[in-house]
């Protein structure tokens, strides 16, 4: 069974100034996770991206959406990952906490 995890994390930031993190804290995450994540696709309209991407063989997709005080994410898993799914939901407040950190 399938399973969408949401994560809402509240910053002090511009939607362009928070959207700008994002795209570039993706890329650094490309970077970082190589080995564990493949074929990552982005699309943005707007302030919205919707993703996809691969992970343990299976097929991951998403939507952030970058609103005026917090970003929400939206994260589809497949059953074989949704069983892990508390166990990524940390990691992926810390990093999404890091880019949008005030400088």
Known sequence: MNKTISISIPHR???EEARTRLQSGVADLRTK???NVASVQETW???RMDFRLSAMGQAITGRVD???EAVKIDIDLP???ATLAEKFRPKIEQE???M???K
């Open 100 to 102: 949008l950190e005030k």
């Open 33 to 35: 996770f190589a080995g």
């Open 66 to 68: 970058v609103q005026a």
């Open 96 to 98: 999404g906490r890091k």
């Open 45 to 47: 309209t707007g302030n």
């Open 79 to 81: 059953w074989l990952i």
């Open 13 to 15: 930031l511009t939607q």
